[in-house]
């Protein structure tokens, strides 16, 4: 079961601190794509449970911009692994991974959006 959202965490545009500042450093997250399209990510996060948190960030990989989807907050990698088992199949498909906060924090280029 995720985690519920703190009510201090609010939706839009902000900086990686303030998206993830108060996420617990050793909880997990799943990164379930990547998008070089931003107008695909609304399309794409509709399928996601509801009660998780959407975060989508800006990344270069590759020579090229992409749109980093990250879902939930997870006490446990084997609390996130089932989580991944409950995704839309055409999410699991893209093959989410899974990672820590404290790994997301360091690897944010830019602002993030909290989408849900």
């Not at 399209?37 to 911009?65: C, F, L, M, T």
């Not at 992409?66 to 989580?83: H, I, L, P």
């Amino acid at each position: 079961m995720p985690n519920s959202i703190p009510e201090a965490q609010c939706v839009g545009v902000m900086t990686s601190q303030d998206a993830y500042g108060n996420m617990n450093s050793n909880h997990f997250t799943m990164q379930v794509l990547a998008l070089r399209q931003q107008a695909d990510i609304q399309e794409y996060i509709s399928h996601i449970k509801p009660d998780y948190p959407v975060w989508v960030n800006w990344k270069s990989s590759r020579g090229a911009r992409w749109y980093a989807v990250t879902v939930g907050d997870f006490r446990t990698k084997n609390e996130a692994y089932r989580a991944i088992q409950t995704l839309p199949q055409n999410v699991q498909r893209s093959e989410p991974f899974i990672l820590t906060f404290e790994k997301m924090k360091k690897q944010q280029e830019t602002n993030v959006v909290r989408m849900r």
